[in-house]
T-cell receptor
Framework: KAGVTQTPRYLIKTRGQQVTLSCSPI?????VSWYQQTPGQGLQFLFEYFSETQRNKGNFPGRFSGRQFSNSRSEMNVSTLELGDSALYLC?????????????FGPGTRLTVT | AQSVTQLGSHVSVSEGALVLLRCNYSSSVPPYLFWYVQYPNQGLQLLLKYTSAATLVKGINGFEAEFKKSETSFHLTKPSAHMSDAAEYFC????????????FGAGTQVVVTP
């Protein structure tokens, strides 16, 4: 079974631009979570989607948004990029069979904002 | 709310020596605990998980962890370190009322010396 895939793997953007990152979960997984990883703040939860609905949200400004499609694929968008948005963005999927399952992580998208 | 504290941001061990990584959690409801490993430029890989079954949990690559409720701890151990164990290790917690959201510790970088 293929793992979680994220595209693109690397991205360079300029301050003020916007960016969209994509995540394809493991086949059959219905929940997708997003995390931001930086050297200073570590791993921080952004949001989680299940059946196209945002079920949980972290403490990030409204510039960060996401969505999930009917095939469980998810995208996250960051508008008006700031230098501090430079990070590794990780996506994770889980079967969500009604109990707590482990999350399976993708390789991440490395975003650099200049 | 829940949180995780990992003691020691860097740990150096000799090849063949015991690996001990400390994790303490805080949670007002029964926690589910995980250890993940991250190799450079990669996503997170699950080592093991505690989901309220056996308190001693065995994972991949010879790692194990023991859930101790009285000490609110979930320390990770491996009897004999291998060079391939050099990586960053993260302890994480979630609960049934935080679907899809993992709260991570700051991570522990493990260096293995010959």
């Amino acid at each position: 079974k293929a793992g979680v895939t994220q595209t693109p793997r690397y991205l360079i953007k300029t301050r003020g631009q916007q960016v969209t990152l994509s995540c394809s979960p493991i086949s059959g997984h219905r929940s997708v979570s997003w995390y931001q990883q930086t050297p200073g703040q570590g791993l921080q939860f952004l949001f989680e989607y299940f059946s196209e609905t945002q079920r949980n949200k972290g403490n990030f400004p409204g510039r960060f948004s996401g969505r999930q499609f009917s095939n469980s694929r998810s995208e996250m968008n960051v508008s008006t990029l700031e230098l501090g948005d430079s990070a590794l963005y990780l996506c994770a999927s889980t079967p969500d069979r009604g109990s707590v399952d482990e999350q399976y992580f993708g390789p991440g998208t490395r975003l650099t904002v200049t | 709310a829940q949180s995780v504290t990992q003691l020691g941001s860097h740990v150096s061990v000799s090849e063949g020596a015991l690996v001990l990584l400390r994790c303490n959690y805080s949670s007002s409801v029964p926690p589910y605990l995980f250890w993940y490993v991250q190799y450079p430029n990669q996503g997170l890989q699950l080592l093991l998980k505690y989901t309220s079954a056996a308190t001693l949990v065995k994972g991949i690559n010879g790692f194990e962890a023991e859930f101790k409720k009285s000490e609110t701890s979930f320390h990770l151990t491996k009897p004999s370190a291998h060079m391939s164990d050099a990586a960053e290790y993260f302890c994480a917690v979630t609960t049934t009322d935080s679907w899809g959201k993992l709260q991570f510790g700051a991570g522990t970088q493990v260096v293995v010396t010959p």
